[in-house]
């Protein structure tokens, strides 16, 4: 039953990723990878978030199959490493290579950063008293 609760969280993210993608390219003309770095940047906001909020001593506990669906389907399905690693090599192709270091540099640094913040954020509510 996991696998199916993966799978479905895997098209749900891969359809949210696409749908992104395509939205910010077309209102940012599509120059440089933002949908990616966006996409990126919450999935990994997410993922903290949710492992901490649900984790061993989080405030929330959900079963195995719905962190399985979150973390591993949804977040696996909708962050794009492999788009990032794609887009970033056609850029140094182009002989863009301030954008494609930008573009590495960005990535790196705000994912890391929206994951710590997911997870004080998730954190914090756990030390929430009551609600």
């Given at each position: 039953m996991n696998y199916l609760w993966?799978?479905?969280?895997s098209a749900l993210g891969g359809a949210g990723r696409f749908w992104v993608t395509g939205f910010v390219a077309e209102q940012t003309g599509g120059i440089f990878p933002w949908g990616t770095v966006l996409i990126n940047v919450s999935g990994s906001f997410v993922i903290g978030f949710f492992a901490a909020l649900t984790g061993a001593e989080g405030r929330f506990v959900v079963g195995e199959s719905a962190r399985l669906f979150v973390m591993i389907g949804l977040c696996g399905g909708f962050t794009t490493f492999s788009s990032f690693s794609l887009q970033t090599l056609n850029?140094?192709?182009?002989?863009?290579?301030?954008?494609a270091g930008g573009n590495i540099a960005l990535s790196v640094a705000l994912c890391l950063?929206?994951?710590?913040?997911?997870?004080?954020?998730?954190?914090?509510i756990n030390q929430m008293k009551g609600a």
């Amino acid at each position: 039953m996991n696998y199916l609760w993966i799978m479905i969280g895997s098209a749900l993210g891969g359809a949210g990723r696409f749908w992104v993608t395509g939205f910010v390219a077309e209102q940012t003309g599509g120059i440089f990878p933002w949908g990616t770095v966006l996409i990126n940047v919450s999935g990994s906001f997410v993922i903290g978030f949710f492992a901490a909020l649900t984790g061993a001593e989080g405030r929330f506990v959900v079963g195995e199959s719905a962190r399985l669906f979150v973390m591993i389907g949804l977040c696996g399905g909708f962050t794009t490493f492999s788009s990032f690693s794609l887009q970033t090599l056609n850029l140094m192709r182009q002989g863009e290579m301030i954008r494609a270091g930008g573009n590495i540099a960005l990535s790196v640094a705000l994912c890391l950063l929206a994951v710590w913040l997911g997870h004080v954020a998730a954190m914090a509510i756990n030390q929430m008293k009551g609600a």
